[in-house]
């Protein structure tokens, strides 16, 4: 695909689910404090429901620890998803690795990401990390809820944007992490992790 159409897929793509984001995102004037950013009107996301890397179904309410990381890649992505990822397991581990945060990886190229090579994938990360996968309609609609915009280039390229989610006890979205945010997600969990934080 030509370098120029490849960008302005890309920027539509973003534009879409930048619309779509912006019905949940903080008012002018919401609380400061985090990093991350605050949903205004945080979605349930409890019902999402994919397979799981040992082929069982698992809906998001189903997942035992407290607190999940939901981030949308896929395992031959040359850069962001790795980066994130690692970025990802540095926080967790900086945390002490504690059981109340779930990390999980949903791919965006089901064809592709076998649920064996997904497994291998985010636990090279850390082993407690979690990969779910579905087909094409539901992986596309599960990403479309998340803020996540996903198109196929071929040549085994995937455009999708990147933000992580942070899916609180009651499994609404509580907070979302674009990557020029996610520097401040361990410190974003501590004071999560600390007591009642919203």
Do not use: K
């Amino acid at each position: 695909m030509p370098q120029r159409r490849l960008i302005l897929v890309t920027v539509a793509l973003l534009a879409l689910v930048a619309a779509g984001a912006a019905l949940f995102l903080p008012r002018a004037g919401a609380a400061p404090g985090w990093a991350g950013v605050l949903l205004d009107s945080p979605p349930a996301m409890g019902d999402v429901t994919l397979a799981t890397t040992g082929g069982e179904r698992a809906a998001l309410a189903d997942l035992a620890a407290p607190y999940l990381l939901v981030f949308f890649g896929y395992t031959s992505c040359p850069d962001v998803c790795p980066l994130t990822m690692a970025r990802l397991a540095r926080a967790y581990r900086g945390l002490g690795e504690p059981a109340e945060v779930q990390v999980v990886m949903v791919t965006v190229d089901p064809a592709i990401d076998t649920a064996e090579r997904l497994r291998a994938y985010v636990e090279g990360f850390h082993p407690t990390f979690l990969g779910l996968r579905g087909g094409n309609q539901e992986v596309a609609e599960a990403a479309l809820r998340f803020y996540v915009g996903v198109n196929a280039l071929g040549d085994g390229l995937v455009a999708h944007s990147d933000p992580v989610a942070l899916l609180g006890p009651d499994r609404t979205m509580r907070l979302l992490y674009p990557q020029d945010r996610l520097a401040g997600l361990e410190e974003d969990l501590r004071a999560v992790l600390a007591g009642p934080a919203w």
